[in-house]
């Protein structure tokens, strides 16, 4: 629901800022409430950077491919790269049934990049998202567990996010921004309030399991951000699209059904 608001708008960098501006004004009087999160800095900056990266990686995606193309790509190749990097890395736990479904959303991957002719560039960019989204969740799979509490670490990290990135593009966009903030407001705050939901409940999960599983079963998202697509955004859902979209979303299922 996020992406798709931001894909709708038509300057994308100022709804980004709104979007992550929004979201630290909300959550800024928890900071009041929440211990701060020691021992977790170091991954709360580490994030910050990756997200800043990440955010500019979508957001050229955004603009020059469907979301029907980009979004599946970049959500579908993150839980891959996750998980190598969270069992090569902090030897986190696998079996042979995750890596069952972690396949089987690459196999939708690999329908979904096939069934549409994309500039390089652009697949270059959905590509860099991916990573940079499998980069982020390992990185805030140890920065939430370090922290004091799973809540200090979610607040704080919309704090930075909000703060600096949405600072930082809304600068970028110097008066285009103002002027695209006037009448982009109402999607920017509603976003924002639903970046801190779906965002917070994963790092809550990530706080209690092991990261490879998890990543990917936040890849159920693709079903609905498709399917608003499609739907409000009016891009086309090819069979072979719509063939990779389910065969990610069986994989997805696969995890859900581990107890």
Not at 124 to 137: F, K
Not at 183 to 205: D, E, M, N, R
Request: with cysteine; hydrophobic share 60%.
């Amino acid at each position: 629901m996020v992406n798709a608001i931001l894909k709708a708008g038509n300057d994308k960098m100022s709804r980004r800022a709104l979007i992550d501006g929004f979201s630290a004004l909300l959550l800024a009087p928890a900071a009041f409430l929440v211990p701060l999160p020691t021992n977790a800095w170091s991954w709360l900056f580490a994030s910050a950077a990756v997200h800043g990266l990440y955010l500019l990686a979508l957001i050229k995606s955004f603009e020059q491919s469907d979301m029907t193309v980009a979004y599946p790509i970049a959500r579908g190749l993150a839980p891959m790269l996750a998980a190598t990097g969270a069992v090569a890395i902090f030897h986190e736990p696998i079996s042979i049934t995750v890596i069952v479904g972690i396949a089987a959303i690459a196999v939708g991957v690999m329908f979904i990049g096939v069934s549409h002719k994309m500039q390089r560039s652009a697949l270059l960019w959905a590509a860099l998202t991916g990573t940079c989204i499998a980069a982020y969740t390992v990185i805030d799979a140890q920065g939430v567990r370090a922290a004091p509490t799973a809540f200090s670490y979610i607040v704080w990290t919309f704090l930075l996010l909000g703060g600096a990135l949405g600072t930082v593009f809304a600068l970028w966009r110097g008066k285009a921004f103002f002027i695209s903030a006037a009448g982009q407001w109402k999607p920017g705050l509603l976003a924002g309030a639903l970046s801190i939901v779906t965002y917070g409940f994963a790092l809550l999960a990530f706080r209690l399991g092991a990261t490879p599983r998890l990543a990917a079963l936040r890849e159920t998202s693709i079903l609905f951000g498709t399917a608003i697509a499609v739907i409000y955004l009016k891009e086309r859902l090819t069979r072979l699209r719509l063939g990779g979209v389910l065969a990610i979303a069986a994989g997805a299922a696969i995890l859900i059904a581990l107890r």
